[in-house]
């Protein structure tokens, strides 16, 4: 299939089911809103090594959070609630409670809870105040601006998928980070997703597999333009000079494929004359992950 | 399950006890056999309907109708369902209840709430001593659910709460928030003598007039606007005086430090 001059392959993002939540963290104002929520999803591109995948979903003006300040709302998936209910522990309790003025609440309602601020609170020594409001308890820890507020419990959904992607091959790297910088502005305009890599883009794509037997995965040799030659099975052409990947997790399976919608319909529009020659995705052979998502589906003008 | 609709016949003479009455406990009785339901009236058991016209109802409530101040124990333990009574009600009511609502058009007697634990009860006249309190000889007053008074309330309110949100819409009486252990309770009028008297925890939140604090409380005037904030949200949608608290900003005292002092009494007075 070719629309604007843009090959699109007649292939599939191979996804998995992930847990994952939501938090709201608030502060003062947005700048420590984000401080907090960009520590908070730091070291998170990969379930790999990092334990989790996490990333801003959005910022919120302050009618949207239960404070009344500005906040940030941010997403969190792991492979397994317990991974993800440790993680939410490490992450909120030293890049949010150490954060200046934040507070932390739940961003989910449904599904199994985890401990939010339910552990958090014994930073306070004893001088920690429960407090039920509206339904729900919040821990008031005294710190050195004040006090942290966090909601006492945040829950967990197991209907998250991870591993959406979409692969940009492009004549040069110029070309290839703008088609990749341009598709996840348009993902990020869409609730429910993240997008974890660095800036939400990933250039090491990988392989399942290594010549090394203690490592699973390696670089996708398949799609590296330096092999384009040598490589035992190149997929790519002369035309393609640098591949950019796009990795998106989200709360159900019908956000990563919003996502991914929207990202092919900005990539498209950019046309072959932007240096964007053609737009894969990665997959496992379709026999690993439950969700698998076509291309030649979520392209403009395909029936959904 | 049918509802019931009590009407009271003539007023008894002495107290009582309807502890025994609730939609769960006819459930599967007919009107006549509703009237045969035996209370007490003070030491002598009398049928239901010897003091109520007994009528089924569709909505599944249970409707009080007239003078009821020298019943007792409406709504004791409820554990679910709606309890309308149109007029005063008498002590105990809803003592205990876990679940479910009761609003009473009227005044209640004394201990009403007292170890709620859940659940909504309103009250729309004024509510007697000891409200929300601890029954005699417990350990813990009112544990959960919200208590809404319109009217004023008397003295003692919230002696040894536990937990729960109880707002006054009138003025309290002496020793409110006494020995109180947690919880959130609001006045929107004027305090009694001896606010929060040997509390431990808790807020007690005072929107009228500046109460004589006691001399056991200190001011602690630091910034604790993520937790008003959460508070007052929450407080405002009850309406009237709390209204508009959201954009209202308390002075805080901490206290009572007889015991410990992690209690805080906020007024909004200046």
């Avoid at chain 1, 699109?8 to 939540?21: H, L, N, Q, R, Y």
């Avoid at chain 1, 949010?96 to 930073?123: E, M, Q, S, W």
């Avoid at chain 1, 308890?137 to 998928?161: I, L, N």
């Avoid at chain 2, 009572?256 to 009494?265: C, P, R, S, T, W």
Wanted: with cysteine; glycine share 14%.
């Amino acid at each position: 299939m070719e629309l604007n001059g843009i090959t699109i392959d007649d292939s599939f993002a191979e996804a998995f089911p992930m847990k994952g939540t939501r938090l709201i963290v608030t502060a003062h104002d947005m700048t420590w809103a984000r401080h907090a929520a960009v520590a908070t999803t730091g070291f998170a591109t990969s379930v790999i090594a990092c334990g989790c995948e996490a990333g801003i979903e959005r910022e919120l003006s302050p009618d949207e959070t239960p404070d009344g300040r500005p906040g940030i709302s941010i997403l969190i998936f792991s492979m397994s609630g317990k991974e993800l209910a440790k993680q939410v522990e490490k992450r909120v309790g030293q890049c949010v409670l150490t954060c200046p003025t934040t507070a932390v609440y739940a961003g989910l309602f449904d599904g199994d809870p985890i401990a939010l601020g339910k552990n958090l609170r014994f930073f306070g020594d004893g001088w920690q105040a429960s407090k039920m409001i509206g339904g729900q308890r919040y821990w008031r820890v005294p710190v050195m601006d004040g006090e942290f507020v966090a909601q006492e419990t945040t829950w967990v959904t197991t209907k998250a998928v991870g591993g959406g992607n979409l692969l940009l091959l492009a004549t040069d790297t110029a070309a290839a980070l703008h088609a990749a910088e341009v598709a996840v502005a348009a993902m990020k305009a869409l609730p429910n997703v993240i997008m974890p890599f660095p800036g939400g883009v990933v250039r090491s794509g990988s392989k399942v597999g290594s010549r090394y037997p203690t490592l699973g995965a390696s670089t996708n040799d398949a799609y590296c333009p330096n092999l384009r030659e040598i490589a035992k099975q190149s997929e790519l052409g002369p035309d393609i000079g640098s591949v950019m990947e796009i990795v998106i997790d989200g709360l159900t399976d019908a956000d990563v494929a919003a996502a991914m919608r929207a990202g092919l319909k900005a990539a498209i529009a950019l046309g072959a004359g932007s240096g964007l020659k053609r737009i894969g995705a990665g997959n496992y052979g379709g026999k690993l992950g439950p969700f698998l998502y076509h291309l030649h589906k979520l392209v403009p003008g395909a029936a959904a | 399950m049918s509802g019931w609709k009590l009407t009271l016949k003539q007023a008894p003479a002495l107290r009582v006890d309807l502890r025994s009455v609730s939609v769960a406990a006819f459930a599967d009785l007919d009107a006549a056999a509703v009237g045969r339901h035996v209370v007490h009236h003070g030491n002598e058991a009398v049928a239901l309907g010897d003091l109520f016209t007994v009528a089924p109802q569709a909505d599944g409530e249970l409707r009080l109708e007239g003078d009821l101040s020298k019943f007792d124990r409406i709504g004791w333990q409820l554990a679910g369902g709606t309890i309308r009574i149109d007029g005063d009600a008498g002590d105990y009511l809803g003592a205990g209840m876990s679940s479910g609502e009761i609003v009473a058009s009227g005044s209640a007697g004394l201990l009403a709430a007292c170890e709620m634990s859940g659940g909504r009860l309103e009250i729309g006249g004024d509510a007697g001593d000891f409200a929300a309190s601890a029954l005699p000889g417990s350990m813990d007053g009112m544990r959960g659910g919200t208590l809404l008074v319109r009217g004023n309330a008397g003295q003692r309110f919230g002696d040894r709460m536990r937990r729960g949100t109880a707002l006054v819409f009138g003025d309290a009486g002496n020793f409110i928030a006494s020995r109180m252990v947690a919880g959130t309770i609001a006045v929107a009028g004027r305090l009694g003598a001896h606010p929060a008297y040997g509390m431990r925890r808790g807020t007690l939140l005072a929107l009228g007039p500046a109460p004589a604090l006691p001399p056991t409380f200190v001011g602690n005037n630091v910034d604790i606007g993520v937790f008003w904030q959460l508070l007052a949200r929450d407080l405002a949608r009850h309406g009237g005086a709390f209204d508009a608290l959201p954009k209202r900003k308390p002075q805080r005292f901490l206290g009572d430090l007889a015991a410990g002092g992690k209690g805080e009494l906020l007024t909004l007075s200046l």
